[in-house]
Structure formats: structure tokens, C-alpha cells
């Protein structure tokens, strides 16, 4: 079964087409991981895929459900995570503050006046297992401002996760880190696919986190999908190489 389907979806910036036609399926339990150069449309292509606006034309179904009109929120609602999006990180609260917010939101309790015993030993568990998934549970009382770029993003990834999410959208988790920081957060997201069969989108630059972790790749080339398939399908072709990977290597 499909998590996700869209299909044949175009976005026009005035005369620019940013995203043409391009159609994609993500399984349940996949991770694709979408790759090209640099203005080839990817963060274009997710942000319809959020709801950060509507494609021009085409479709998005998400669970089954058309949601192609519907807005991030109510997308984020039927359980869609993107990280920078929830990530309105809160740097002076501590790192279990942070994930509870989520986690309150995710409930539906954010909006009640106050929360009962019961219902906060929920969320209490919800975010301590949420911590646990992503190593941070050591580092409960830290302040999240405090922490290592990479405990950040593992933060940030904890908060789309207590959302408890049917997809995870990954704008480029490995931006701006170095080897150990980019190990620690390919090795979670690898843990979240394999183990916990977490349903994945992410888009990456860094060729080595995307051909360890992907199932399938997509490449996007001036708005298009250029070719999209298994990592060595994608290594072992020649249009690819020759628009993109040659280049990029
Ligand atoms: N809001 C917008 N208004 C007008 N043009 C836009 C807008 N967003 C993106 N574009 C244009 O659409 C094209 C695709 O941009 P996009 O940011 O999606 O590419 P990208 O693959 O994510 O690039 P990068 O790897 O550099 O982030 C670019 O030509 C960009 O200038």
C-alpha cells in the first residue's frame, strides 16, 4: 500500500515551472530520498507535498485521502511531520519540554485549559519513548539551545516523531554538519526506517547518507523527474551521471 501518490503535479512561478509534471509513489514503510542540482525543484516539490502551497495542477493523495487542497496543518493533522516546519524549537526549553509540546499537540490537548493526571502520564510515556527512539534520553533536562548541532536536529526529529507520524519529511537533516554529526544523524534515520519502519521523504545533498539509507531515489532535474529507482539503479545510469552525479561526485 501507497502512503503517498502524486501524481503528475506542476508548480508555475509565473512564467518559471519550478515543478513539471512529476509523479511519485512512496510505499508504506519506504524511504525515497530526492536528490538533483542545485534549483532543480526539490524543496519546491516538498513544500507541495506539505501543503506550503497548492500545486498548479495535478494531484496528492496521502493515506488514500485527496488532501491536494488541503493546508500544512490539516496535513500535519491526518499525520504528516515535516521536520522544519514543526520545528519551531524552543532553545531555552529544556529537550523533554520541547518533544512534551509536540506531543501535547499531537493529542489534541494543546488547546484544553488543563490536562488530567492520567493524560499527562500519557504524554509523560509518549515522550520519554519518543527520546529513547532517538538516543536523546540521557540529555532530558538539557536545554535545547545548549546542545550539539547534531542532538539539535535529533531534537527536532523527536518533536515531528511525537507526532507519531505516518510520513516524515526531511528537509536536508544532514545541513551543515560535519562527519561525526552527519554519522550519528544517517544512523538514526536508518534505525527509524529499519527498525521502525517509519515511511521517509527526505531530501539530501551529501551522495553518501542518500545511497546508505535510501530504498529508492528520485532525481529531479530542472523541475523534472529525471530518472528515479533503486541506489545502484540510479548509480548505473548513464543520464544521471552525465546531468548530475558526474558533476556532483
Ligand atoms: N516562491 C518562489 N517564487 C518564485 N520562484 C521560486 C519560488 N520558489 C522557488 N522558485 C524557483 O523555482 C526553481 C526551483 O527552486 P527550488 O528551491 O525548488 O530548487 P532546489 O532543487 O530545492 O534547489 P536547492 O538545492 O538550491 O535548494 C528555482 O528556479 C527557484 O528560483
Known amino acids: 500500500m501507497n502512503v503517498l501518490e502524486i501524481q503528475n503535479v506542476t508548480k508555475r512561478f509565473g512564467n518559471l515551472v519550478a515543478v513539471r509534471d512529476v509523479s511519485l509513489n512512496v ?42 487542497k ?16 514543526i520545528t519551531e524549537i524552543f532553545p531555552e526549553l529544556t529537550v523533554f519540554e520541547n518533544v512534551r509540546i509536540a ?12 490536562i488530567n493526571r492520567a ?29 550539539a548541532h547534531g542532538d539539535q536536529r535529533a531534537a527536532e526529529i523527536a518533536m515531528a516523531l511525537a507526532l507519531q507520524p505516518h510520513l516524515l519529511l526531511l ?12 554519522y550519528q544523524i544517517t544512523q538514526l534515520i536508518r534505525r527509524l526506517h529499519r527498525d521502525n519502519n517509519y ?21 529531479l532535474d530542472q523541475g523534472r523527474m529525471l530518472a ?5 539503479e540510479i548509480a548505473a545510469n548513464e543520464t544521471v551521471q552525465a546531468a548530475y552525479l558526474g558533476t556532483a561526485a
Not at 506531543?103 to 488543563?114: C, I
Open 103 to 114: 506531543a501535547e499537540v499531537a493529542g489534541g490537548y494543546r488547546l484544553r485549559p488543563w
Open 199 to 219: 515511511s521517509i521523504v527526505l531530501i539530501e545533498h551529501d551522495m553518501r547518507v542518500v545511497f546508505h539509507l535510501a530504498d529508492r531515489i528520485c532525481v
Open 119 to 147: 493524560e499527562a502520564a500519557k504524554i509523560h510515556r509518549r515522550v520519554e519513548e519518543t527520546l529513547k527512539l532517538v538516543s536523546l534520553e540521557g540529555k532530558t533536562d538539557r536545554l535545547v539551545g545548549e546542545l
Open 171 to 182: 528537509d536536508e537533516p544532514t545541513a551543515g554538519m560535519g562527519d561525526q554529526e552527519t
Open 27 to 68: 510505499a508504506k514503510g519506504e524511504l525515497c530520498a530526492i536528490i538533483g542540482p542545485n534549483g532543480a525543484g526539490k524543496t519546491t516539490f516538498f513544500n507541495l507535498i506539505s501543503g506550503f502551497f497548492p500545486p498548479t495542477s495535478g494531484a496528492i493523495r496521502f493515506d488514500g485521502q485527496d488532501i491536494t
Open 70 to 85: 488541503l493546508s500544512t496543518h490539516e496535513r500535519v493533522t491526518r499525520g504528516m511531520a515535516r521536520t522544519f516546519q
Open 228 to 232: 528515479q529507482g533503486t541506489p545502484k
